[in-house]
């Protein structure tokens, strides 16, 4: 991964990384790698994940079906 340090701007430099680290999970699995995570708790964990997503895309699935509904009146 670069990132492009302009004008000898660091601080810009660094927050582009963060941002592109982010974007891509790294810190995220980096907390999970911290500890030793027995594969049934992985799983229940990933399952929960995708409960949570699903459940997320209906309720935004059902807002803008609303706001469908509503703009065509």
């Not at 999970?25 to 964990?45: D, Q």
């Amino acid at each position: 991964m670069q990132v492009l340090v302009r004008d000898n701007n660091v601080d810009q430099a660094m927050k582009a990384l963060k941002k592109k680290l982010q974007r891509e999970g790294v810190f995220r699995e980096m907390k999970l790698r911290n500890f030793y995570e027995k594969p049934s708790e992985k799983r229940a964990r990933e399952k929960a994940e995708a409960i949570r997503r699903a459940r997320k895309l209906a309720r935004k699935r059902a807002q803008r079906e609303a706001g469908i509904v509503t703009a065509k009146k």
